[in-house]
């Protein structure tokens, strides 16, 4: 049986044979279930992300923040970066992360996302573009 995990609201899902089931409040035991189930498009920019080895900048994965858990967080330039399956196409999922990002940038988070095609088939352009984007935010406004 094949577990997948997609954000909704405040809450994690875990999708079982296409039944959704909620799971509750405890973000942190999620967060650390969700690090064991990692999609291999998570687990290939995990290795380029761990160690500080992009920039030298050191990320966080499945990191609790507000009522969210982030697939990977920087702390030090607030910026999240997600990793999209093809859930996140679907019309009422697409809508809960734009409230989702809208939250999290009002709180001063920067967010960059991209699909798990992105990581696996264009991994040195999906890295070249979080490096740019940590360097950037050094120059440039919070977003909130």
Partial sequence: MKKTFSPIDDKKCIYINMKLKVIGPRRTGIARGLRELSTPAEKVL????????????????????????????????????????????????????????????KHGIHILR?????????????????????????NSPSPA
């Fill in 114 to 138: 991209f699909s798990n095609y992105q990581v696996m088939h264009h991994k040195e352009t999906v890295l070249n573009e979080i490096l740019r984007v940590l360097h950037d935010i050094n």
């Fill in 46 to 105: 995990w290795e380029e992300l761990r160690n500080r080895r992009l920039g030298g900048f050191k990320f966080r994965r499945q990191h609790p923040l507000l009522d969210y858990i982030l697939d990977f967080y920087c702390k030090e330039k607030q910026l999240a970066v997600e990793i999209d399956g093809s859930i996140h196409r679907v019309d009422e999922i697409h809508e809960r992360d734009a409230q989702r990002a809208s939250r999290l940038i």
